[in-house]
């Protein structure tokens, strides 16, 4: 199969330029486009902004190549998992539906990567955005701090050819100027809380015990206003936020290099890169 026979295309021109104008960057960094396509989204980006775009497709590269020969952008056959960022962007993209985790996590986690608009599916964006009605989910918690999340707008399966079977949205993902937890320490965090959501036990002073001496655990305790027998699941957002801030100042060395590499483990546990969420594409 090519890689273009995975790809769903927006094919109505007055729609995607309605989206590109609903897109509210805080800078004026470079854009980078994600799965450019046949570039009907790069059209309308290239009005505004000066574009970075990725395809993987060959077939589609070069139709591109040919398309854009006289124009001021930069096109590369490249595959954005693989991408290393050679600089700060914004992001507006509809992104292959089939690796849409994996290419959100991959954006969200970079200090390259600013303000993302993304085409993809629903049901991926609710793990990222929303917090469940009784506990905190990793995916939310993991980039909450650094980014405020929102649905922007609802397709219908008319828009794209092939039709999608499942429901899907533009995202926006807009980097927090002043973060819950500094982006300088994104990936202490990361490694933090994947950390948290590896360990078995319920309670969360077996999960956190290897983290803090026992003089640190009678602090938080007072500080959470928690006992013993606390479940970890009952926490709330801030008192998460207390304590990775706890451990990131006054945690040891030791420590630390207990939660070292818990994101990437965790992600190659939990990520199937080619999972499809969801087959209902009416709202």
């Known amino acids: 199969m090519k890689l273009s026979d995975s790809q769903n295309f927006l094919v109505n021109k007055e729609l995607v330029k309605s989206i590109v104008d609903k897109a509210k960057f805080n800078n004026d960094l470079s854009m980078l486009e994600i799965g450019a396509g046949k570039g009907i989204i790069t059209d309308e980006l290239m009005k505004k902004y000066n574009v970075t775009a990725l395809e993987l497709d060959n077939n589609l590269y070069n ?28 992001v507006f993209s509809n992104i292959p539906f089939n690796i849409t985790t994996s290419i959100l996590t991959k954006l969200l986690k970079d200090n390259h990567i600013y303000d993302i608009y993304l085409i993809m599916q629903y049901e991926p964006f609710l793990r990222f955005s929303t917090n469940n009605e009784l ?15 929102n649905l922007e707008y609802k397709f ?10 499942a429901r899907i949205i533009l995202a926006s993902f807009i980097r927090k100027n002043k973060p819950d937890i500094s982006f300088n320490d994104i990936n ?69 290099k207990v939660v070292l590499s818990y994101f990437n483990q965790k992600e190659k546990e939990d990520n199937n890169p080619h999972k499809n969420f969801s087959n209902k594409n009416n709202w």
Do not use: C, G, W
């Open 188 to 256: 202490l965090y990361l490694d933090f809380i994947s950390y948290l959501f590896s360990k078995k036990s319920k309670l969360l002073f077996e999960k956190i015990d290897k983290l803090f001496s026992d003089k640190q655990k009678e602090i938080i305790k007072k500080a959470l206003k928690v006992e013993d027998d606390h479940l970890f699941a009952s926490l709330t957002y801030e008192q998460i936020i207390y304590l990775f801030n706890t451990f990131n100042k006054y945690a040891n060395d030791r420590s630390k």
């Open 63 to 90: 139709d591109l190549l040919k398309k854009y020969s006289d124009k001021n952008i930069t096109l590369l056959n490249e595959d954005i998992l693989d991408y290393n960022f050679d600089k700060d962007y914004n």
């Open 156 to 165: 219908k399966p008319v828009d794209f050819n092939p039709k999608p079977n």
């Open 135 to 149: 506990y905190l989910t990793y995916k939310y918690l993991l980039f909450k701090p650094f980014y405020e999340m």
